[in-house]
C-alpha cells in the first residue's frame, strides 16, 4: 500500500511563504516523477510543479519564479516551496506520484489526501 501524506498547509497573507511537504511510504520500487497539483473551487484540478527522478523541474506559468519544489530521496520526501503568495493561489494542493509498486510491473499513478492553502489579500 503505497501513500502520500501532505502537510505545511494554512492561511497566509498575499506576499507570504508556505513550504509543503509530502512524505511516500508503502512499496515503490522506482519512482518515475512526482508533481504538486492545486484544485481551486469549482475549477479542475491543474499542475503546479513537477520533478522527475532525475531532478528536472517543470512548472506551471502562473506559479514560475515564485514557486520550487524539491526532493529529498533520502527522506522520500517532495517539498513545494511557495514564495510571493497571490489570492489567486488559494486552492487545495495534492502530492502526486507515478511510480512502480513492488510487485507490479506497471507504473501507476498515486494521490495524497490534500492540503488546503488559502492566502488573503
Known amino acids: 500500500q503505497v501513500q502520500l501524506v501532505e502537510s505545511g498547509g494554512g492561511l497566509v497573507q498575499a506576499g507570504g511563504s508556505l513550504r509543503l511537504s509530502c512524505v511516500v511510504s508503502g512499496n515503490i520500487v522506482s519512482i518515475n516523477a512526482m508533481a504538486w497539483y492545486h484544485q481551486a473551487p469549482g475549477k479542475q484540478r491543474e499542475l503546479v510543479a513537477r520533478?522527475?527522478?532525475?531532478?528536472?523541474?517543470n512548472y506551471a506559468g502562473s506559479v514560475k519564479g515564485r514557486f520550487t519544489i524539491s526532493r529529498d530521496n533520502a527522506k522520500n520526501t517532495v517539498y513545494l516551496l511557495m514564495n510571493s503568495l497571490k489570492p489567486e493561489d488559494t486552492a487545495v494542493y495534492y502530492c502526486?506520484?507515478?511510480?512502480?509498486?513492488?510487485?507490479?510491473?506497471?507504473?501507476?499513478?498515486?494521490w495524497g489526501q490534500g492540503t488546503q492553502v488559502t492566502v488573503s489579500s
Open positions: 502526486n506520484l507515478n511510480g512502480l509498486p513492488s510487485g507490479s510491473y506497471r507504473y501507476m499513478d498515486y
Open positions: 520533478i522527475t527522478s532525475s531532478g528536472s523541474a
